[in-house]
């Protein structure tokens, strides 16, 4: 099918976000909610749904979705009532989830997301609201048998439901990386969807553009990268749009991806909110929420991703890109907050948390909490650059590494023991410009003639003679002058 076809279309696309918000205990029991345990051994008569066990609702399970619901600007549900959603599967114990159907705790909230041409969009979410996980079923660990591990049975969630804002795979991305940071930043969830921390299944239609009825839609289920996430839909898209094209109709279904081969594949057709016989949760009362406790919450609530990027262009003066790049994890952000407090030297520190440090953290395949370096380690590094004590290359080849080795050794005493400080010699440097020059007569007509960008070429050759032991400033401005005389 020619591209052409395919562009008379769009996607319209809404996503399910469950998140396993990082408490000590589930949802409505007290065995403990902690990933990587041995299978069955996190269980109680609660969590299995013993006769005559009561759930109690775990206080954290409502602060946290509160705080995601105020960081995405949604409305907090005062009065909230508990159902339970029927459904029979081996890894459910009780044969149904305790959740919220028609009470959802938060509701009409936003993100924003920043597009590849800088323009910003506004993806609206319906609800967030409050439930328990599943255990888990596993299929590939006994070839005769599927397995059950209920750790996972009771682990409290909260699931982000999205309008159908979303256009394409590339936005459903941005999307989902903003949801994450922004759990990140709160602290409820870590956000690790290889975990399954944090899954998303994805709600997928299409209609001709300019269309305003919604087409049939078919859920992808159980997404467990951003990239899956991506690739499930674009393929899903074009599917739907070829079987359109060729006369066909669309099945509402509940699909499969297949990262392998990168399609979906049915599962079962769609459930509809029948299917589960959803009716209010008799052994748990409502939930009223005060205004005092609510605000209590947003009060407590740390700088959020946005607030960040503001403050780093406003009160440092940063690019809004540097701005960007330093907020994806929240830990960098207040590295560069505690740099500011030892240097003022904001664009350097930016550069540096960007370059090799980042470069560093990807090699090792570690995270900014694992990086060595105190604040005031890498600042005073900084500070040695700019006062003309030390070298930029040489600092990030020669002295940075030397630094992880040992981090808590001083910069200035490290930079002696390499024998890298600077040579203050103007008389030494003028040696070396001079040695430079001769050696290069064709080079040094081309830049009288105008071709000056051949500079970058004859401090390259002094810093080598030098072994990066002078301070590039000066050095450039000595050797522009002595081209300029030659």
């Known amino acids: 099918m020619t591209e052409t076809a395919y562009s008379k279309y769009e996607a319209v696309i809404g996503l399910e976000v469950h ?9 409505f029991s007290t065995d403990p909610a902690a990933f990587g345990a041995k299978p069955n051994t996190q269980v109680n008569p609660v969590s299995l749904g013993h006769p005559g066990t009561l759930p109690v609702v775990n206080e954290k399970l409502l602060e946290y979705a509160i705080r995601m619901g105020l960081a995405t600007q949604c409305h907090i549900r005062r009065e909230n009532f508990f159902a339970r959603k029927n459904y029979f599967y081996a890894d459910l ?10 009470t959802p705790i938060c509701y009409g909230g936003h993100i924003t997301i920043t597009l590849k041409d800088g323009g910003k969009k506004k993806l609206r979410i319906h609800h967030i609201h409050m439930e328990e996980d599943a255990g888990k079923s596993m299929h590939d660990q006994d070839p005769d048998s599927t397995l059950v591990d ?7 969630l909260i699931e982000i439901v999205s309008e159908p804002d979303i256009r394409s795979g590339e936005e459903a991305g941005l999307y989902l990386a903003e949801i994450r940071r922004i759990l990140r930043y709160l602290e409820i969830c870590d956000g690790n969807m290889e975990e399954g921390s944090m899954r998303c299944d994805a709600n997928i239609s299409v209609r001709l553009k300019g269309e305003t009825k919604l087409g049939t839609r078919c859920e992808v289920k159980n997404l467990n990268s951003i990239r899956n996430v991506q690739r499930a839909i674009d393929f899903e898209t074009r599917r739907q749009i070829d079987v359109l094209e060729s006369g ?3 099945g509402q279904h509940t699909l499969n991806f297949d990262p392998d081969s990168g399609q979906t594949s049915p599962l079962r057709e769609k459930e509809t909110a029948n299917d589960y016989r959803y009716f209010p949760e008799p052994d748990m009362p409502p939930l009223q929420l005060s205004d005092a406790y609510i ?13 960040w990027e503001r403050k780093l262009v406003n009160e440092y003066g940063l690019p809004p890109y540097d701005a960007s790049v330093l907020t994806e994890s929240k830990r960098m952000v207040l590295y560069f907050e505690a740099l500011t407090k030892e240097t003022d030297q904001f664009k350097a520190a930016a550069n540096w948390l960007m370059g090799p440090v980042k470069s560093y953290l ?3 395949g570690k995270g900014m909490a694992d990086f060595p370096l105190k604040p005031a380690s890498l600042a005073g590094l900084i500070n040695l650059i700019e006062a003309g004590k030390l070298n930029y290359s040489v600092a990030a080849q020669t002295v940075f590494p030397a630094l992880l ?3 808590e050794v001083s910069p200035d005493v490290l930079i002696e023991r390499l024998g890298v400080a600077i040579d203050s010699d103007t008389d030494q440097l003028t040696t070396y410009i001079e040695e ?3 050696r290069h007569p064709d080079k040094v007509k081309q830049y009288q003639n105008g071709k000056k960008g051949l500079i970058g070429l004859f401090m390259g050759e002094v810093m080598k003679l030098s072994k990066g032991k002078i301070d590039p400033k000066m050095a450039n401005r000595m050797m522009a002058e002595k081209l300029e005389k030659a």
């Open 150 to 156: 209920l750790n996972r049975a009771g682990v409290p």
């Open 248 to 250: 066909g109709t669309i």
């Open 405 to 407: 080795e040992d981090p």
């Open 93 to 102: 114990p009780k044969g149904y989830q305790i959740t919220q159907d028609t």
């Open 436 to 438: 430079v020059i001769a």
């Open 295 to 307: 605000e209590g919450i947003r009060a407590a609530l740390p700088l959020l991703p946005e607030e």
């Open 362 to 364: 990807n090699e090792q």
């Open 19 to 27: 998140a396993q918000l990082s408490t000590f205990s589930k949802a």
